[in-house]
T-cell receptor, first 111, second 114 residues
Framework: GEKVEQHESTLSVREGDSAVINCTYT??????FPWYKQEAGKSLHFVID?????DRKQSQRLIVLLDKKAKRFSLHITATQPEDSAIYFC??????????FGAGTKLSVKP | GGIITQTPKFLIGQEGQKLTLKCQQN?????MYWYRQDSGKGLRLIYY???????QKGDLSEGYDASREKKSSFSLTVTSAQKNEMAVFLC?????????????FGAGTRLSVL
């Protein structure tokens, strides 16, 4: 089955800098790659996704890149703010299958 | 908007005990999921269900049973709690029956086994 590896377990950046979180997946049939955010003491909520028919998607300060050849996708957070501090989870899924998640990256944005 | 309600919020059990966790959603979503969250291991899929009375095993289904008797509810049973087990169980739901839709998560049930 699909396995998703999230490469950075922790990441610390200065406010205003960019943060990049990298994930890889194993199943070439996976076609949907969402990202979720978990703030301290709260549950997960969706932030952005990308489908396999594109290689880049942007929503405000969030950019997702997808490299299907390398089976790699990444979340870029530009101009980071303290409220970006959270655990970010990547996931991958294919049609009719539940998403599989990475282990999470704890992002700290320091003033 | 809708909400996913998980009960109980906290569950303390004894080794060997059978424990049931409940999840209700009012989104009218077709698919519901149970994930286990352990520190440093991310979310691992236990069971999911694409419609009432359907059950699909995930990667961590051994030691668990699930039940989807109504579209709005999905319960998970730990068949025999393991000593010193600590984890958060997250329920989620999504529209449709495919794997290409946004998941909405509940607040979680935190399990501790004495």
């Amino acid at each position: 089955g699909e396995k998703v590896e999230q490469h950075e377990s922790t990441l610390s950046v200065r406010e205003g800098d960019s943060a990049v979180i990298n994930c890889t997946y194993t199943d070439t049939a996976s076609s949907y790659f969402p990202w979720y955010k978990q703030e301290a003491g709260k549950s997960l909520h969706f932030v952005i996704d990308i489908r396999s028919n594109v290689d880049r998607k942007q929503s405000q300060r969030l950019i997702v890149l997808l490299d299907k050849k390398a089976k790699r996708f990444s979340l870029h957070i530009t101009a980071t703010q303290p409220e970006d501090s959270a655990i970010y989870f990547c996931a991958a899924s294919k049609d009719n299958n539940a998403p599989r998640f990475g282990a999470g990256t704890k992002l700290s944005v320091k003033p | 908007g809708g909400i996913i309600t998980q009960t109980p919020k906290f569950l303390i059990g004894q080794e060997g005990q059978k424990l049931t966790l409940k999840c209700q959603q009012n989104f009218n979503h077709d698919t519901m999921y149970w994930y286990r969250q352990d520190s440093g291991k991310g979310l691992r899929l236990i069971y999911y269900s694409i419609t009432e009375n359907d059950l699909q095993k995930g990667d961590l289904s051994e030691g668990y049973d699930a039940s989807r008797e109504k579209k709005s509810s999905f319960s998970l049973t730990v068949t025999s709690a393991q000593k010193n087990e600590m984890a958060v169980f997250l329920c989620a739901s999504s529209i449709g029956t495919g794997g290409q839709n946004t998941l909405y998560f509940g607040a979680g049930t935190r399990l501790s086994v004495l």
